[in-house]
């Protein structure tokens, strides 16, 4: 059974695009991402906002 949905994929995938292009900001600060890790964690936050098939946060 795969972990994360196709809705999950694609917004990580344009997540990281902008995180290549250098145009990727984090929330409330809205500094620039310079972490790959960081840009991923977004990504998944976002689609599980959009209501995707994504685990729940690991603690």
């Known amino acids: 059974m ?3 949905g196709k ?3 694609e ?3 344009k997540t990281m695009h902008e995180y290549k292009k250098g145009q990727l ?3 409330k ?3 620039t ?3 790959r890790k960081q840009a ?3 990504g998944l936050s976002q689609a599980r906002k959009a ?3 994504v685990p729940k946060k690991s603690r």
């Open 25 to 27: 900001k984090s929330g």
């Open 7 to 9: 809705k999950a994929q």
């Open 40 to 42: 991923i964690a977004i």
């Open 51 to 53: 209501g995707a098939k």
């Open 29 to 31: 600060s809205g500094k």
């Open 11 to 13: 917004k990580v995938e």
């Open 2 to 4: 795969a972990r994360y």
């Open 33 to 35: 991402v310079t972490s």
